[in-house]
């Protein structure tokens, strides 16, 4: 694959943080000859696709325990093998993307299991076997998600507000377009809520919950998301869920690879204290300069790109001066997405009921999202998320181990949540899941089979990766304006200054924030409308 034609008019360029966002960005910006620099405040490149590595304390000659910190499926594949290509890169000469069947195991309580299947035909033969009759059902949802697709996806996803009403950036500003626009957020469900949605279709009170659990993977509870997150499901079950070999963080350490090749430089351990402002003259607008480091180090740059969480950036990196459109009165405003707890566990043998991504059921999982996003509390009874990535690559652990990543949902540090002591707490949420796993799902002497442990709580989220109230999504999607109206990725006040990441367009997961870099690249590159 010949390598990319480089951009004429070259600019300095600085990235704040190295999450995936931020790398995608770094990647396509370098490979258009900008002369890019990221800067990264942990030691480690990934943000919260992160890994944590620790030896068997007995066997500390043989492989470690691996473990991916943060996100543990790869969706909607084209977008990465995209971005390889955009740097003049195979993605295939890089990564091993592995297709995961079943995407899900679900089991609950009194024993019941499905298994999720990625093949139709066997996703089918499996809810029939479930739920006699229910597949109908949930195939008229799924095709109700396509339509979605089809109607948005590319379009949406691929672009910036702006570049949609510019034409995708071909052609200039086209009424016809922005008015037929106007419809389709009818069409695509902004004005429904997405369990009714569910309901509509699916009976089963079993797999209605299933469904409900992919709003949640926008940080959003489906009692308050629009309809339009129907698209969620629809994507996965059509693209399939995929493991990449050798563990998520390889796409991290890829990225950077390759970036380097391009000749663009990261910096870890550089924390980045403000975005330094020139301000306008007349009627100009304010304009980014640089960025002044935690040592007081100044670097000066064209252009900014915030990989950092918004609310983070506007509150904490930029003066309000320069901000109007998003005062600290207007970022409380945007309500942070729901947050978890991790278990990372690193286990003495092996657990066969588990498939890769396994699912332990609560007896009513409404209790456990109306905890997270109404009461604001620590479920009692929790949805317990087990990745056991063994399943599908034994390197990740010692032999005859797994690395057991466990997630269960905790409300984001809202107000009224900020009396919750996670150095106390967090000790009893543990020990709760761990006893549920062991006791009621099967996973036998667990709690005396662990071996080397760590926890992630909302706290630890803030602070290691400046989320915005500990969320892991960023900003949620429960009303239309955060599911739809992000902060922008060009910002309104600022020349020069662009937003990457999940909180920003178009949202959060893996291929989400890698394609909000694509869209910043491109905007970049574009004069502002």
Not at 102 to 114: E, H, K, N, S
Not at 308 to 321: E, F, K, Q
Not at 337 to 362: E, I, N, Q, R, W
Request: glycine fraction near 10%; include cysteine.
């Amino acid at each position: 694959m010949p390598p990319p034609t480089p951009f004429s008019g070259s600019k300095s360029i600085i990235i704040v943080g190295a999450g995936i966002g931020g790398l995608a960005a770094a990647v396509r910006l370098a490979a258009k000859g900008h002369h890019v620099t990221v800067l990264e405040k942990n030691p480690q490149i990934g943000g919260k696709l992160n890994r944590w590595q620790v030896r068997h304390p007995d066997r500390p000659a043989d492989r470690p325990f691996l473990f991916d910190t943060g996100p543990s499926l790869i969706t909607l594949p084209k977008v990465f093998d995209d971005l390889f290509a955009a740097a003049g890169e195979r993605r295939e000469d890089h990564l091993t993307l592995k297709p995961l069947d079943p995407i899900a195991r679900y089991y609950w309580a009194d024993g019941t299991r499905l298994d999720w299947r990625a093949d139709s035909a066997a996703l089918s033969a499996e809810i029939e076997r479930f739920a006699p009759g229910a597949f109908a059902g949930l195939e008229s949802f799924l095709q109700r998600g396509r339509h979605i697709w089809d109607l948005s996806g590319e379009l949406f996803l691929e672009n910036a507000p702006e570049q949609v009403l510019n034409g995708g950036g071909k052609g200039g500003f086209d009424p016809k377009r922005a008015l037929s626009m106007l419809t389709v957020p009818l069409r695509i469900g902004m004005f429904s809520r997405f369990h009714k949605l569910v309901n509509k279709h699916v009976q089963n009170p079993r797999l209605r919950e299933i469904l409900y659990q992919y709003a949640t993977y926008s940080g959003a509870s489906p009692f308050l998301a629009p309809a339009t997150l129907a698209v969620i499901p629809y994507a996965e079950w059509h693209f399939g869920g995929w493991y990449i070999q050798g563990g998520l963080y390889s796409l991290a350490t890829a990225l950077a690879n390759i970036l380097t090749k391009l000749g663009g430089r990261v910096r870890t351990a550089a924390p980045v204290a403000e975005i330094l402002i020139e301000p306008g003259t007349g009627k100009g607008r304010p304009a980014t300069k640089g960025v002044r480091l935690d040592t007081g180090e100044i670097i000066e740059a064209d252009v900014v790109v915030a990989n950092s969480d918004v609310v983070y950036t506007y509150s904490r990196l930029i003066a309000p001066r320069f901000r109007p459109s998003y005062s600290d009165a207007k970022l409380q405003k945007l309500e942070p997405g729901g947050s978890g707890m991790v278990l990372l566990l690193g286990v003495d043998g092996t657990y066969d009921k588990l498939a890769h991504h396994t699912k332990f059921m609560p007896a009513d999982y409404t209790s456990d999202l109306r905890a997270m996003f109404e009461t604001r509390t620590i479920p009692d009874d929790p949805c317990i998320y087990v990745c056991a990535s063994t399943r599908t690559d034994p390197t990740q652990a010692p032999a005859g181990c797994e690395n057991l990543f466990v997630l269960c949902s905790a409300p984001a540090l809202h107000d009224t949540a900020a009396t919750t002591n996670w150095q106390v707490q967090g000790k009893k949420y543990r020990d709760r899941i761990v006893d549920k796993l062991e006791h009621t799902f099967g996973l036998t002497d667990l709690s005396t089979r662990i071996v080397a442990e760590k926890w992630y709580t909302p706290t630890t989220l803030q602070s290691d990766y400046n989320a915005n109230a500990g969320a892991i999504y960023g900003i949620g999607s429960n009303s239309r304006r955060t599911a739809f109206l992000r902060p922008p990725n060009r910002d309104k006040d600022i020349d020069g200054l662009f937003h990457a990441g999940g909180a920003t367009h178009p949202g959060g997961g893996l291929p989400l924030v890698a394609l909000s870099g694509k869209i910043v690249s491109e905007l970049i590159d574009t004069p502002r409308p």
